[in-house]
C-alpha cells in the first residue's frame, strides 16, 4: 500500500564543519532535522575521500536520529557490518559496483536495518527496477557523486517520473531520496515527483539561519 509521506529534510554533514562534528549534529538536530545524511567516500568510486565509521560512530552519541549513510565506494560488501556496527539505520550502496547487487542488498537487510540503491545521473532508472520488491529506498543522484556544492541536473526530473511511476504500479513503500544541489526551487520541483527524503548540504550548512533553512526547504518540496 503506497502511503502519503511527510518530507524528511536529511543534512549532509559532508557540508559541516569536520572539525566539531559532534556540534554539527546538534546544531542541526535542534533546527529540526529528520535524518543525518552522512557520504561516504573512497576516492575510487569518487574523485574524492571523506569519513569512515570511526567518524560515524564517534557522532552516534549526539542524537537518536535515523543515520542515512550514503557509501559511495567501490567494494561496499566489504563494509557492511563496520557501518551497521558504527549506527546506521539506513545504508545506501550505488548500483554501478561491480558485485552482485541482490547479495548487498540481503547483507544489509540481514542486519535488521534499511537498504537503499543509488544511482549517479547517467545510470537509467531501468536498472533497479529488478530490486524494487526488496528495497526501502531508492536515490536517484542530481549531481556527479564526489562533492557539496554542484548545481542539480534537471535530468533527474524526468528520472524521478519514471521512479514514481514504477513504484506506484508496484503499489509498494519505497522512500525516493533526492541528493545534490537541492534548494529552495529545486527542493520544489522533486516535491511534486515524489521525493520523500531530501539531502542538503550547502542549503543548510551554508545557510545563516539553520532551522529556517531546514523548515523552508521541508515547506518547498511539501507545497
Ligand atoms: C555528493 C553527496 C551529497 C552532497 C550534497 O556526492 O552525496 O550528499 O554533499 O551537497 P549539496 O547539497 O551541497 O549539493
Ligand atoms: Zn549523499
Redesign the pocket.
Known amino acids: 500500500m503506497v502511503t502519503e509521506k511527510k518530507i524528511k529534510i536529511a543534512p ?1 554533514m ?2 559541516a564543519d569536520f572539525s566539531r562534528m559532534g556540534e554539527e549534529v546538534s546544531k542541526i538536530v535542534a533546527a529540526g532535522a529528520d535524518l543525518i ?1 552522512l ?1 561516504v567516500m573512497d576516492g575510487h568510486f ?1 574523485p574524492n575521500l571523506t569519513m569512515g565509521p570511526q567518524l560515524i560512530k564517534s557522532i552516534r552519541h549526539y542524537t537518536n536520529l535515523p543515520f542515512d549513510v ?1 557509501l ?1 565506494i567501490t567494494h561496499p560488501q566489504d563494509y557492511i557490518d563496520v557501518f551497521v556496527d558504527a549506527g546506521a539505520e539506513f545504508i545506501t550502496f550505488h548500483i554501478e559496483i561491480d558485485f552482485p547487487i541482490q547479495k548487498v542488498i540481503d547483507q544489509i537487510k540481514s542486519r535488521g536495518i534499511r537498504a537503499g540503491i543509488a544511482l549517479r545521473p547517467s545510470t537509467p532508472i531501468s536498472s533497479v527496477e529488478p530490486y524494487l520488491a526488496d528495497l526501502d529506498l531508492v536515490l536517484p ?1 542530481s ?1 556527479d ?6 548545481s542539480f541536473m534537471m535530468s533527474t526530473l524526468e528520472k524521478l517520473d519514471r521512479l514514481q511511476q514504477l513504484i506506484r504500479e508496484r503499489n509498494t513503500d519505497i522512500e525516493i531520496e533526492v ?4 534548494t529552495l526551487d529545486t527542493a520544489r520541483l522533486v516535491g511534486s515527483r515524489g521525493a520523500t527524503i531530501l ?5 543548510i550548512f551554508g545557510s545563516d539561519n539553520v532551522k529556517e533553512a531546514i523548515n523552508g526547504l521541508r515547506e518547498a518540496a511539501s507545497a
Open positions: 549532509s559532508l557540508s545524511h557520504d569518487t550514503h559511495m543522484m549531481v557523486p564526489g562533492f557539496s556544492g554542484q541528493d545534490g544541489g537541492i539531502v542538503a548540504g550547502t542549503a
